[in-house]
């Protein structure tokens, strides 16, 4: 593991019991599993926008003692002041507005990417990072070059420096060709990397992408299965 960010467990503490006051379940996400303490039906919603399922955990208790990296729960922005009551490390990074994340306020995207940057001796000018939601600036803000999805929100395409299509219309990969970073018989690989309850794709394509790295952003709450599927299926189609 090249860098761990836990969130800390006073503070888990402190946060569950707000939500309770508020009826709303909250979400917890470790290293190897993720649960909740209870049923919500819009939490559950949140989860299915990146076609995952949240699970109500019987030992959610027991998993509060140990290292969580994130916390989902479904409320909206006027309840953060709420949600966030006497706590002192957390802050809200939202891209939906019935539902959002819970992080360190020493974490986010951008530290993640900094890290791995760090790691393998790159800058970031030498950084480019795809995203579509206002979870994503802090990231896009940190690297060289901004790539937007065409499903973006218009404070995410405000500050990119190319627009590429919808992650449906496989967005990823037309970014790719448009920076010519993918070519036939190119040698592609593939780091994935989850931190502070995030997962970053850094792809590292040797002399042809001219020691740059790629981060690319996840949709929804857990991992971007649908970025990596399209650039999978465009190399396997394309024999590369």
Partial sequence: MIYKNPIDKKDIETFVENAKRLNKAVAL???NKMGCNFDDEILEEYFMIANQHVHVLDEFNNFMEEEIYQMMVATTEDQDELI????????????WNRACDIIPCNGG????????????????????????????ISMLKYVGTVVAMGNAKDNVKAIADYITDSVQEDGIVSALKHFEIIYKKTAVFLLSFYVCSILFLFCSLQSLLKHKVLALDHIGPFPLYKYLNQLSYFLIQHNI
Avoid: C, M, P, S
């Fill in 109 to 136: 995207k951008d530290i993640g990417i900094q890290k791995i940057l760090d790691y393998f001796n790159f800058n970031k000018e030498e950084a480019t990072a795809f995203g579509d939601g206002g979870n994503d």
């Fill in 84 to 95: 966030l009551e006497n706590t002192t490390t957390l802050k809200v990074a939202r891209w």
């Fill in 29 to 31: 996400a470790g290293i």
